[in-house]
């Protein structure tokens, strides 16, 4: 089976990637991700324009269905990442990017535009960690300005990551405002913000920032993730494509994931617990469910959920 896929007139060897923040903080790390089998490409930590260290530890906990972190944005650095994605490498990279207020998003736009860099960026809208600063995409008309701004300049293929939504008229609102844009693609969702967990022995809570409180991924979220895909392909231009991340920890996932509309799926609570091999797994259990009902493509069930 073909698991080859096309966003953004760009060619992606398979459908996998990671989500960012996981196996993406380094260039060993990136690499990785592109030398893996059964890989997409890479997507890179997001960037903020100058290093930071992030959040004190620890800032990243397992949970039996999932994960929390508030790990508040550490990474390397634009100029790391746009140095990493400007060379050639065997797969296609996705440049993260993720400013700490809206003049570095514009900035760091302007950057890239101003780059020999073409290839696909994604500017996280949702990052639910940075000590003080709301989850941008959250503020509908404060989201809307910006991508105006942005696309007063900006040419290159751009798409944006999105929180989670938990209310129709949410998803309404978010793609009226994304249509107007001409997005490459949506990544459906960042982790769930602000959850919470509490180690019943200490009776303490399990991270260090913020008293505790931080995103969830994992297993966990994936119904919030579907949902958010499947309410986003029923109202985003065809052209706005969708990377479905959230919860994936089995070929089944995947599968739910393309039949609510992902056309891409990416993995990161449960790629940072069983490493890159996942891809492969995931791969060939999809490949099983999708022999077992006789599809030979993926866009023979793509987007195809059934309703009761
Ligand atoms: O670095 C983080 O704390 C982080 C980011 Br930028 C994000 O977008 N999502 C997340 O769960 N953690």
Same mark, same amino acid.
């Given at each position: 089976?073909?698991?080859?896929?096309?966003?953004?007139?760009?060619? $992606?060897?398979?459908? $996998?990637?990671? %989500?960012?923040?996981?196996?993406?903080?380094?260039?060993?790390?990136?690499?990785?991700?592109?030398?893996?089998?059964?890989?997409?490409?890479?997507?890179?930590?997001?960037?903020?324009?100058?290093?930071?260290?992030?959040?004190?530890?620890?800032?990243?906990?397992?949970?039996?269905?999932?994960?929390?972190?508030?790990?508040?944005?550490?990474?390397?650095?634009?100029?790391?990442?746009?140095?990493?994605?400007?060379?050639?490498?065997?797969?296609?990279?996705?440049?993260?990017?993720?400013?700490?207020?809206?003049?570095?998003?514009? *900035?760091?736009?302007?950057?890239?535009?101003?780059?020999?860099?073409?290839?696909?960026? *994604?500017?996280?809208?949702?990052?639910?960690?940075?000590?003080?600063?709301?989850?941008?995409?959250?503020?509908?008309? *404060?989201?809307?300005?910006?991508?105006?701004?942005?696309?007063?300049?900006?040419?290159?293929?751009?798409?944006?990551?999105?929180?989670?939504?938990?209310?129709?008229?949410? $998803?309404?609102?978010?793609? %009226?405002?994304?249509?107007?844009?001409?997005?490459?693609?949506?990544?459906?969702?960042?982790?769930?913000?602000?959850?919470?967990?509490?180690?019943?022995?200490?009776?303490?809570?399990?991270?260090?920032?913020?008293?505790?409180?931080?995103?969830?991924?994992?297993?966990?979220?994936?119904?919030?993730?579907?949902?958010?895909?499947?309410?986003?392909?029923?109202?985003?231009?065809?052209?706005?494509?969708?990377?479905?991340?959230?919860?994936?920890?089995?070929?089944?996932?995947? $599968?739910?994931?393309?039949?609510?509309?992902?056309?891409?799926?990416?993995?990161?609570? %449960?790629?940072?617990? *069983?490493?890159?091999?996942?891809?492969?797994?995931?791969?060939?259990?999809?490949?099983?469910?999708?022999?077992?009902?006789?599809?030979?493509?993926?866009?023979?069930?793509?987007?195809?959920?059934?309703?009761?």
């Amino acid at each position: 089976i073909d698991f080859k896929t096309t966003m953004a007139s760009v060619e $992606f060897p398979s459908i $996998f990637l990671n %989500a960012s923040g996981v196996n993406c903080m380094t260039v060993a790390e990136m690499d990785e991700m592109i030398n893996a089998a059964c890989t997409g490409g890479v997507v890179t930590k997001s960037a903020t324009p100058q290093q930071r260290e992030g959040n004190p530890q620890p800032r990243y906990y397992q949970l039996e269905h999932g994960s929390i972190n508030s790990m508040g944005l550490p990474n390397a650095g634009f100029p790391y990442y746009l140095d990493y994605v400007t060379r050639e490498h065997a797969k296609p990279t996705i440049l993260s990017v993720a400013g700490l207020q809206m003049s570095d998003n514009i *900035e760091l736009l302007h950057k890239i535009q101003a780059s020999e860099y073409t290839g696909l960026t *994604e500017l996280n809208l949702s990052c639910p960690n940075v000590i003080g600063k709301p989850q941008v995409a959250y503020d509908f008309e *404060e989201t809307d300005a910006l991508l105006a701004e942005i696309f007063s300049f900006y040419t290159k293929p751009l798409g944006v990551k999105l929180p989670p939504y938990f209310d129709l008229v949410h $998803f309404d609102q978010m793609a %009226a405002i994304l249509n107007k844009y001409p997005l490459t693609h949506i990544n459906t969702v960042n982790s769930v913000g602000n959850g919470l967990w509490i180690d019943i022995d200490t009776e303490k809570v399990v991270i260090k920032p913020k008293q505790g409180f931080g995103g969830l991924g994992g297993a966990m979220i994936l119904p919030t993730a579907l949902a958010n895909v499947r309410a986003f392909r029923q109202r985003l231009n065809p052209s706005i494509k969708i990377i479905g991340t959230g919860g994936v920890t089995s070929g089944k996932d995947v $599968f739910m994931h393309l039949l609510c509309g992902a056309d891409m799926v990416s993995v990161g609570t %449960a790629l940072l617990h *069983e490493g890159v091999g996942i891809f492969q797994r995931l791969t060939d259990e999809l490949a099983t469910i999708m022999a077992e009902k006789g599809y030979t493509s993926i866009e023979d069930f793509r987007g195809k959920v059934q309703d009761f």
